[in-house]
């Protein structure tokens, strides 16, 4: 059993409250996720030449034992491009104007026990273990800003509690997804992708489901078009929210054995395991609610 929350707000003047609306949502999934929390945040993207990436260093609670200073000082010495870091604790943002495949082989030769999570123009991610009160106060989520996000908070059931199992996942450059529920053919999805050069750096049945859909709008789909093969593809009991740069999408598979709510209004899509992670959002009582059908796609434009 886990949690998962989205939110998408329609009106400019709420992206810079994105975070104080979101931090609620997510603890109130404390009782769905108490073990690990996370959270991927879409903001104004980065000019077309340059790229980021979401950095877990594992080292320290507080990331007092790393210095992420001196990594971007040691990438401008090695590679000869400037980085900007910005560091909460044991994770940072690195931004940097070259090709992200070149710094993150960097990053993995010279710093083999860094974690990457994210990569891309838009996306931030965070994620830890700890309830979702004590990964969101570490990370300061309620002070995040943007347009929209994808957090979960996670009761482990098929693999072991650590950040890099914790949701969401993510794949290629900004898409990320959050999972409720069990997949039934995950090494079957690995299967069918690790022969066309896709790997894999957990054992958890999310991370097949995010790579095949994202591999499917590598290869040309529209998210439309991908979820229809995931539907085809994909199976178990399950319900995704999943996040690009411009679009917050939901499904639920053909039995709809995991539960979702959708809030709507003027302002904001805002989605949720249970409502009562919804109840606490302003208008929330003149909003559309609604619960998601099975096998349907719900796709909202940021």
Same mark, same amino acid.
């Given at each position: 059993?886990?949690?998962?929350?989205?939110?998408?707000?329609?009106?400019?003047?709420?992206?810079?409250?994105?975070?104080?609306?979101?931090?609620?949502?997510?603890?109130?999934?404390?009782?769905?996720?108490?073990?690990?929390?996370?959270?991927?945040?879409?903001?104004?993207?980065?000019?077309?030449?340059?790229?980021?990436?979401?950095?877990?260093?594992?080292?320290?609670?507080?990331?007092?034992?790393?210095?992420?200073? !001196?990594? $971007?000082?040691? *990438?401008?010495?090695?590679? +000869?491009?400037? /980085?900007? =870091?910005? &560091?909460?604790?044991?994770? %940072?943002?690195?931004?940097?104007?070259?090709?992200?495949?070149?710094?993150?082989?960097?990053?993995?030769?010279?710093?083999?026990?860094?974690?990457?999570?994210?990569? !891309?123009? $838009?996306?931030? *991610?965070?994620?830890?273990? +700890?309830?979702? /009160?004590? =990964?969101? &106060?570490?990370?300061?989520? %309620?002070?995040?800003?943007?347009?929209?996000?994808?957090?979960?908070?996670?009761?482990?059931?098929?693999?072991?509690?650590?950040?890099?199992?914790?949701?969401?996942?993510?794949?290629?450059?900004?898409?990320?997804?959050?999972?409720?529920?069990?997949?039934?053919?995950?090494?079957?999805?690995?299967?069918?992708?690790?022969?066309?050069?896709?790997?894999?750096?957990?054992?958890?049945?999310?991370?097949?489901?995010?790579?095949?859909?994202?591999?499917?709008?590598?290869?040309?789909?529209?998210?439309?078009?991908?979820?229809?093969?995931?539907?085809?593809?994909?199976?178990?009991?399950?319900?995704?929210?999943?996040?690009?740069?411009?679009?917050?999408?939901?499904?639920?598979?053909?039995?709809?054995?995991?539960?979702?709510?959708?809030?709507?209004?003027?302002?904001?899509?805002?989605?949720?395991?249970?409502?009562?992670?919804?109840?606490?959002?302003?208008?929330?009582?003149?909003?559309?609610?609604?619960?998601?059908?099975?096998?349907?796609?719900?796709?909202?434009?940021?």
């Amino acid at each position: 059993m886990c949690g998962i929350v989205g939110l998408l707000v329609k009106t400019p003047a709420l992206r810079e409250r994105l975070g104080e609306l979101m931090v609620p949502m997510l603890i109130g999934m404390t009782e769905r996720g108490p073990d690990s929390a996370g959270l991927a945040v879409f903001g104004q993207p980065l000019p077309e030449s340059e790229r980021k990436i979401s950095l877990y260093s594992g080292l320290t609670e507080d990331g007092a034992d790393f210095n992420w200073l !001196g990594l $971007s000082h040691e *990438l401008k010495s090695h590679l +000869g491009v400037s /980085a900007q =870091v910005e &560091a909460k604790g044991n994770h %940072a943002v690195l931004s940097f104007g070259l090709a992200p495949e070149v710094v993150k082989r960097w990053v993995k030769e010279h710093y083999p026990k860094l974690h990457i999570l994210s990569t !891309g123009r $838009s996306i931030d *991610l965070y994620k830890d273990i +700890g309830t979702p /009160a004590e =990964v969101a &106060a570490r990370y300061g989520f %309620a002070g995040l800003k943007g347009s929209h996000l994808v957090g979960h908070t996670r009761m482990a059931t098929e693999s072991a509690v650590t950040p890099d199992r914790a949701h969401p996942f993510t794949a290629g450059e900004d898409f990320c997804l959050v999972h409720n529920g069990s997949l039934s053919n995950p090494n079957g999805i690995r299967r069918m992708l690790e022969p066309r050069g896709i790997s894999f750096e957990t054992d958890n049945d999310t991370e097949a489901a995010c790579r095949f859909l994202e591999w499917r709008l590598r290869e040309g789909d529209d998210l439309e078009t991908a979820l229809q093969k995931g539907f085809e593809e994909l199976d178990g009991f399950y319900t995704f929210l999943m996040g690009t740069p411009d679009k917050l999408a939901l499904i639920r598979d053909p039995f709809a054995c995991k539960p979702a709510v959708v809030a709507e209004t003027d302002d904001y899509v805002a989605i949720a395991s249970e409502f009562r992670s919804l109840a606490h959002l302003p208008g929330v009582k003149h909003a559309h609610v609604f619960e998601p059908a099975p096998e349907e796609m719900y796709v909202w434009n940021a």
